[in-house]
């Protein structure tokens, strides 16, 4: 039976002595979780100064945060974020958007994730980059942020992704891995997460490859309630500061790993702010126990991840991948901007700022509108979701979607299609106000990946059910803060300099 929670023990001193031997070695110091959470803090912070942030330098760990400006290389005060009015979205709740493209190495908030599942391992013992291979399995973002991580400490990274990804994802890959053989494509698309599972089944028995499974390590929850909580209830303070009668009505978080939504948890705790899952609704996992195919890269399913808090959930919502496709093309071609900038009126700097905004961010605005749509929101309920990485990701998608929906060429008639009937004609479909009962339902499906497939204990998947197990977990993160301080100080690296401001 596999043991449901990483404690913060050492396991196994040697090899941890090793992995201390290997950082010092190649100079490099761990940031600890709060200061992730809040790097103007942080005592140890390098000078970045003329540090590239696509390159995999172990200064690039120190920007693996929100507050990285938008060229990615200095820092700010405040995460950046776009706010989306009435004229974009059709409801008068203003849309605030977390921006993940700023994140270094791989211009999303994934890599975050992929720091914060490998650490815990590198300061029990349970992970020598010596020897050890690092295998990172995803739909594209997080074996992408595994790997980068991997390059850092030096040490093998093995992705393993399906094989129907976006190809931007897989040529990213291929200049990154320090071998070709050590990018695994396993059968299917984006919600193929089985055969994900069932290809590391295979790795494991390599006592070598040790597997880091964003869908059940818990630090990855852990990693997104206290950084990414806390950015975007930074950047709420900022926005009510000058609304004090705003509040924070909605977080809304297509789930993936499930690792994004625990900000929904701290935030619930702070604001008392609704937490609402996304999914696809060609794969209504959350809504319907259904499966199917989709192209919303990077929300997987036809499982629900171990580390979704689900009995915390209030809302589901599902959204067409038609629509995300649609507005894919509407924001990322010229006469799409020139419809949205002309005819509609809308801001330049908004509609240019969809540059930074992905598929699985558009996804999560349409959810955004259904959830303001369905609950009435007017404009003082504020409702914060997140683009995860960049249109960058998805030029392929566009020429696809092309040559499939429009193969004699798309114009500004075509663009007010698509602003019609996927922007303007957003209705509150497929919305689920979770019942306890549905709650159940969604939490008891996990059994059949956890209990029955994955080989979890049955008493380990239900301690999930009560808020207590997660919040033992949130107060866990001063014990790993610890742990990290006294693995750096016994790597001993010279302190680097404060970084100037
Ligand atoms: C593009 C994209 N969007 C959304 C998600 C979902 O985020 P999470 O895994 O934190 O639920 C991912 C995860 O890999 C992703 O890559």
Redesign the pocket.
């Given at each position: 039976m596999k043991s449901l929670v990483l404690e913060p023990d050492i396991v196994d001193a040697a090899r941890r002595r090793s992995a201390v031997e290997r950082l010092r070695a190649i100079n490099v110091t761990l940031p600890t979780w709060s200061e992730l959470a809040d790097p103007a803090s942080a005592e140890a912070m390098p000078d970045l100064h003329g540090v590239d942030p696509d390159q995999p330098l172990a200064e690039n760990l120190w920007r693996v945060h929100w507050f990285n400006d938008a060229a990615r290389r200095g820092q700010v005060a405040m995460p950046g974020h776009v706010v989306l009015g009435k004229d974009l979205t059709g409801v008068k709740a203003p849309i605030v958007v977390l921006l993940g493209r700023r994140y270094p190495m791989i211009g999303?908030h994934?890599v975050l994730?992929a720091y914060a599942c490998l650490v815990p391992r590198l300061v029990t013992g349970q992970f020598d980059p010596a020897r050890d291979r690092a295998v990172w399995p995803?739909?594209?973002?997080?074996c992408r942020g595994g790997v980068a991580i991997s390059r850092i400490l030096g040490c093998r990274g093995v992705a393993v992704l399906p094989a129907g990804m976006s190809r931007e994802r897989f040529d990213w890959l291929a200049q990154w891995v320090a071998d070709p053989a050590d990018i695994i494509r396993t059968p299917g698309t984006e919600s193929n997460v089985k055969e994900i599972y069932d290809k590391c089944a295979e790795l494991r028995r390599d006592p070598q490859n040790v597997i880091l499974n964003?869908f059940s390590e818990f630090a990855?929850y852990l990693i997104?309630y206290h950084c990414t909580g806390k950015a975007f209830d930074r950047v709420f303070a900022h926005l009510s500061a000058s609304r004090p009668e705003a509040r924070l009505a909605a977080f809304v978080?297509?789930?993936?790993?499930?690792?994004?939504?625990a900000a929904g948890d701290y935030l619930k705790r702070r604001r008392g702010s609704r937490t609402v899952a996304v999914e696809a609704v060609e794969c209504p996992t959350m809504l319907d126990n259904g499966y199917g195919e989709h192209n919303i890269?990077?929300?997987g399913d036809k499982h629900i991840p171990l580390i979704h808090n689900v009995m915390n959930t209030d809302l589901v919502v599902g959204v067409s991948d038609h629509a995300t496709d649609a507005l894919n093309q509407l924001f990322g071609s010229n006469a799409g901007r020139g419809y949205l900038t002309g005819r509609r009126k809308l801001d330049a700097a908004i509609v240019s700022a969809f540059d930074d905004i992905?598929?699985?961010?558009l996804c999560n605005i349409i959810a955004a509108i259904k959830t303001a749509k369905h609950l009435d929101y007017g404009r003082d309920d504020v409702v914060m979701t997140v683009a995860?990485?960049s249109a960058d990701l998805y030029r392929s998608e566009r020429q696809s979607y092309l040559a499939r929906r429009y193969p004699d060429g798309f114009d500004e008639v075509s663009a007010g299609e698509i602003f019609s009937r996927h922007l303007e004609g957003v209705v509150d479909d497929h919305v689920l106000e979770l019942t306890h009962r549905d709650r159940k339902r969604i939490f008891n499906l996990g059994y059949y990946t956890w209990v029955e497939q994955q080989g979890v204990a049955i008493e380990d998947f239900d301690r999930r059910r009560d808020q207590r197990f997660w919040q033992s977990l949130a107060d866990s993160i001063p014990v790993w803060d610890r742990m990290i301080s006294e693995f750096n100080a016994e790597v001993g690296t010279a302190a680097p300099k404060r970084r100037a401001v």
């Open positions: 999303a994934k994730a995803s739909t594209g973002n997080y964003q990855n997104h978080s297509a789930t993936g790993s499930a690792g994004t939504i890269q990077g929300i992905g598929i699985s961010g995860t990485d």
